[in-house]
């Protein structure tokens, strides 16, 4: 597992580790870039790359006419660790 604090240092890391295959981010994040604009930037460098968003908010912040857009997934806060498992599994499937 890689962790970087930002989005730029998450574009960084993504674009210097080829073989990640997935990218957990929070919907709000510190440093000016929030959780879909970091997801748009790795998905137009690594298309192939799944995507998972956690928020301790509403889904507001990446539901359109009241859904999720295709391909995103969304786990609300507070999660145990046995459905943030769950929910990886179901992703990198």
Known sequence: ???????????????????ISLLFTDVV???GMNGAELAKKALEMRPELRVLFTS???????VHDGRLDTGVELLSKPY??????NR???VLQ
């Open 56 to 62: 301790g908010y509403s889904a507001n912040a990446i």
């Open 29 to 31: 994040m510190p440093g």
């Open 80 to 85: 145990s660790r046995d459905q943030l498992a």
């Open 1 to 19: 597992m890689l962790q970087a604090i930002g989005g730029e240092a998450a574009i960084e890391l993504i674009a210097t580790h080829p073989d």
């Open 88 to 90: 990886l599994r179901i």
